[in-house]
T-cell receptor, first 114, second 112 residues
Framework: DAGVIQSPRHEVTEMGQEVTLRCKPI?????LFWYRQTMMRGLELLIY????????DSGMPEDRFSAKMPNASFSTLKIQPSEPRDSAVYFC????????????FGSGTRLTVV | GQQVMQIPQYQHVQEGEDFTTYCNSS?????IQWYKQRPGGHPVFLIQ?????EVKKQKRLTFQFGEAKKNSSLHITATQTTDVGTYFC????????????FGKGTHLIIQP
């Protein structure tokens, strides 16, 4: 199993540009989570999906952020337009609902908006 | 909303000393999970505690869940350089597939 796969690993973009982060969860996991990590705020839950359906997006900072999960093996997090304060590491994680094995995190995408 | 607080934020220890991090929730938790993140890495799941007063051990690591299910601790005996990293607790008040709320973590720094 290759684990949770995120791309790109690093992204540097100019303020105002659109950014799309991608995630492939572990096969068989039916819950998917997007987190953002910064030194100041730690790990923040942005949105999560169960069986491809968004359940709670209350952590999405503002309308510039959107997330989709068109099928069980793919999810995207889009920021449009990006701002310097969006700079952070974005993690995708997946789990099997009801599992005692916790979340499996991807390696993250380090986003820098200049 | 639910808050999960961890102390201390940073802990410096000499190699071989013990280490403890504490986690407190503002609400009763259905379960609590612990994760470790190495510098430059991603969080890795360590363990889940579910029952009131539960104690679990993984080699030199001991995890406890409080009787009221609002606090937890992680104790490492005789730290080694491989223990370096940030230890997070994460709460799930509703159980099931609710998104976890993570504490800010305790950064463990080990001096050889």
């Amino acid at each position: 199993d290759a684990g949770v796969i995120q791309s790109p690993r690093h992204e540097v973009t100019e303020m105002g540009q659109e950014v799309t982060l991608r995630c492939k969860p572990i096969s068989g996991h039916n819950s998917l989570f997007w987190y953002r990590q910064t030194m100041m705020r730690g790990l923040e839950l942005l949105i999560y999906f169960n069986n491809n359906v968004p359940i709670d997006d209350s952590g999405m900072p503002e309308d510039r952020f959107s997330a989709k999960m068109p099928n069980a093996s793919f999810s995207t997090l889009k920021i449009q337009p990006s701002e310097p304060r969006d700079s952070a590491v974005y993690f995708c994680a997946s789990s099997r609902q009801g599992s005692n094995y916790g979340y499996t995190f991807g390696s993250g995408t380090r986003l820098t908006v200049v | 909303g639910q808050q999960v607080m961890q102390i201390p934020q940073y802990q410096h220890v000499q190699e071989g000393e013990d280490f403890t991090t504490y986690c407190n929730s503002s609400t009763t938790l259905s379960n609590i999970q612990w994760y470790k993140q190495r510098p430059g890495g991603h969080p890795v799941f360590l363990i889940q505690l579910v029952k009131s007063g539960e104690v679990k051990k993984q080699k030199r690591l001991t995890f406890q869940f409080g009787e009221a299910k609002k606090n937890s601790s992680l104790h490492i005996t005789a730290t080694q350089t491989t223990d370096v990293g940030t230890y997070f607790c994460a709460g799930n008040p509703g159980g099931g597939a609710d998104g976890l709320t993570f504490g800010k973590g305790t950064h463990l720094i080990i001096q050889p």
